[in-house]
């Protein structure tokens, strides 16, 4: 069955860690892929995407994503965590077939220690 | 509008009574998402329309589930005979098109007691 997994479901650092959520999915054709995050009391936004080209995309308050087609994977990074960046992580693909639609992960809980 | 907007934001209902969640997405976006958020759970996907039309309904638990968008804007979620485990977040999302970034809603907390 086509799904996204996210393996890490809780993840402690302290600031000035380094970051990397895991996202593999599983479907063979064409993707596009999406990290969303949500930050305690707001709504789910978009932090960035891939849908071509260089497959090391950046977005946001310094994230980054690189895409793995071999992996089928397309895991977040970030060099450097701050506090503000304790948040629910989430990642979605697009599988294109006859009925196109947007799945999510199972989400990872990133908790930043001050 | 300026963003996604639900209503109402939390709904208590009694087991067995039916409920209905409003969707209004942004002006201009054609496709409409529902996910259900869970606690401890991801985004589980409901349903998505395509301006008024729905292609992929798969993600809806049971009959007890339906959903319905009208002049390709407004979209409604009805949920028949509440049970306790269908107690969630329940989000909304636009986008302009199908491969674009969704714009959630914030969500519509329902508690089923």
């Known amino acids: 069955a086509q799904s996204v997994s996210q393996h890490n479901h809780h993840v402690i650092l302290s600031e000035a860690a380094s970051l990397e959520l895991g996202c593999n999915y599983s479907?063979?054709?064409?993707?596009?892929l999406f990290w969303y995050v949500q930050y305690p009391g707001q709504h789910l936004q978009l932090l960035l995407k891939?849908?071509?080209?260089?497959?090391l995309v950046k977005g946001i308050k310094g994230f980054e994503a690189e895409f793995i087609k071999s992996k089928f994977s397309f895991n977040l990074r970030k060099p450097s965590v701050q506090w503000s960046d304790t948040a629910e992580y989430f990642c979605a693909v697009i599988l294109y077939s006859s009925a196109s639609k947007i799945i999510f992960g199972s989400g990872t809980r990133l908790s930043i220690r001050p | 509008g300026a963003g996604v907007s639900q209503s109402p934001s939390n709904k208590v209902t009694e087991k067995g009574k039916d409920v209905e969640l409003r969707c209004d997405p942004i002006?201009?976006?054609?496709?409409l998402y529902w996910y259900r958020q869970s606690l401890g759970q991801g985004l589980e996907f409901l349903i998505y329309f395509q301006g008024n039309s729905a292609p992929d309904k798969s993600g809806l638990p049971s009959d007890r589930f339906s959903a319905e968008r009208t002049g390709g804007s407004v979209s409604t979620l009805t949920i028949q005979r509440t049970q306790q485990e269908d107690s969630a977040v329940y989000l909304c999302a636009s986008s302009l098109a199908t491969d674009s970034p969704l714009h959630f809603g914030n969500g519509t907390r329902l508690t089923v007691t």
């Open positions: 002006s201009g976006h054609t496709a």
């Open positions: 891939y849908f071509s080209g260089d497959p």
């Open positions: 479907y063979g054709g064409t993707v596009n």
